[in-house]
């Protein structure tokens, strides 16, 4: 973890020393909301659970085009406690992650646009690249919160880190002569099934904590006489048939442009 911290130091110190000194970057700072779809959040596509903010420095290749590096951190959230689906209620999982995501992204402005110049004052955007983050999924049960990824609560390990497919709009609007404001909705698909640590089937084991929860089935006993009773059979369905976790931020930012209308001329 260390040393990916120092790999993504590296690059953005790179990445800023080469071009601040461009008439076209761009920076930007963001905070907002993160959410996430998945196997404890499977239908609700829009459903802020946490805080989430960022910054990016971005080179604007001419008023339409730009490409930056990003960073976003968010705080995501499910429990099957809050679902209107009663089977996933007694199901009983619940789960917490950071996200740290890196990512390149590129931006298309339907208008002349850049916070520097161009004609217009504001322009929707779309925006699409690739990326990486980074998770650790966590749950609390009985007052205790374990780390979930080494229990390996489905039999398996998986990596706490996937690329990601970010993809989403915006609108920016200039309010100085080099000063922009945004707003933003992304999402990102995750390669990977884990963000929540429930991604296949029951263990044919199960798998117990230190205060003897079954992480694997905490399910909620459907007999109140009879405590002792779990809901799902060993091997039996867990999660979801989809394959890959979504998460999304929605941000509103502030950007600073180092440039003039002189760098475009039509």
């Given at each position: ?13 790179c ?7 461009s ?8 905070a ?9 959040n ?22 339409y085009?730009?490409?930056g590096l990003?960073?976003n ?23 917490s992650?950071?996200?740290?995501e ?53 039999g ?84 979801n ?11 509103i930012?502030?950007s ?11």
């Amino acid at each position: 973890m260390r040393f990916k911290k120092i790999i993504f130091s590296v690059v953005l110190s790179c990445i800023f020393a080469g071009t601040v000194k461009s008439q076209t970057t761009e920076l930007g700072i963001n905070a907002g909301a993160a959410g996430y779809i998945g196997d404890i959040n499977p239908v609700n596509l829009f459903k802020p659970s946490g805080i989430a903010f960022g910054a990016y420095v971005k080179r604007n290749l001419d008023p339409y085009w730009a490409i930056g590096l990003h960073y976003n951190y968010g705080k995501i959230k499910g429990d099957d406690a809050n679902s209107d689906d009663a089977s996933l209620r007694t199901r009983n999982l619940n789960f917490s992650t950071s996200l740290n995501e890196l990512s390149l992204q590129v931006d298309f402005n339907f208008l002349e646009y850049f916070s520097g110049g161009g004609v217009k004052n504001f322009s929707p955007y779309i925006f699409a690249g690739i990326g990486g983050v980074v998770f650790n999924p966590k749950a609390k049960y009985n007052g205790e919160t374990y780390e979930l990824r080494y229990y390996e609560t489905e039999g398996k390990k998986y990596k706490n880190y996937a690329f990601s497919i970010p993809y989403g709009v915006g609108m920016k609007y200039r309010i100085g002569e080099r000063l922009g404001i945004f707003t933003q909705l992304g999402y990102r698909t995750a390669k990977t099934d884990y963000l929540d640590d429930v991604g296949d089937r029951y263990p044919m084991v199960p798998v117990y904590g230190n205060n003897g929860t079954n992480l694997s089935d905490p399910s909620v006993p459907p007999d109140p006489g009879n405590p002792g009773r779990t809901n799902f059979a060993p091997g039996g369905q867990r999660g979801n048939f989809v394959k890959n976790d979504t998460y999304f931020f929605v941000h509103i930012g502030l950007s600073y442009t180092f440039t003039s209308d002189k760098c475009y001329s039509f």
